[in-house]
């Protein structure tokens, strides 16, 4: 199987992808459901330290998904990385090259 670090760095290319591609004005029904995938996926993703620690991140008061549009939610995303690399003693990213990083796209 795929060891937590491969698997994170897929993950998160999955994951800012995913926000990269959310429409800028979610409707009511992809808010819903972008709020249900975000909650299965801190269920299932499989290494189960990471998605319980995720899945407390997110449940905290201030750190709810924000799902109105891709602005929001790729920011949200970005805090969200933010947080694991402060967990793992990595460098933060600055979030206002979010789009720059996953949207318009560069390479690293
Ligand atoms: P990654 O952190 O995988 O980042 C990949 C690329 O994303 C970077 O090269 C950079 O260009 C970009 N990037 C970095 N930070 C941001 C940001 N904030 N916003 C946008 N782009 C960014 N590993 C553990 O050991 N313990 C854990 O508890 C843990 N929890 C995780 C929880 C989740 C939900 C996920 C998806 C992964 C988790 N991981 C965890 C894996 C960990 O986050 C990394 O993916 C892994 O350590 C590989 O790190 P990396 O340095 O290659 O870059």
Redesign the pocket.
């Given at each position: 199987p795929p060891d937590?670090?491969?698997?994170?760095?897929?993950?998160?290319?999955f994951?800012?992808t995913l926000s990269a591609n959310y429409p800028s004005r979610a409707t009511s029904t992809q808010q819903t459901e972008m709020r249900q995938f975000l909650t299965l996926?801190?269920r299932l993703?499989p290494?189960w330290?990471?998605?319980e620690?995720?899945r407390t991140w997110m449940g905290t008061r201030g750190n709810e998904p924000r799902v109105e549009g891709r602005e929001g939610l790729?920011r949200w995303?970005?805090?969200?990385?933010?947080?694991?690399?402060r967990?793992?003693g990595?460098?933060?990213?600055e979030?206002a090259?979010?789009e720059e990083?996953?949207r318009s796209g560069w390479r690293?």
């Open positions: 937590v670090e491969d698997l994170g760095r897929s993950t998160w290319t994951l800012h996926f801190s993703y290494c330290t990471c998605a620690d995720f790729g995303m970005c805090e969200a990385h933010n947080e694991v690399n967990k793992l990595k460098r933060e990213f979030c090259r979010w990083r996953w690293d």
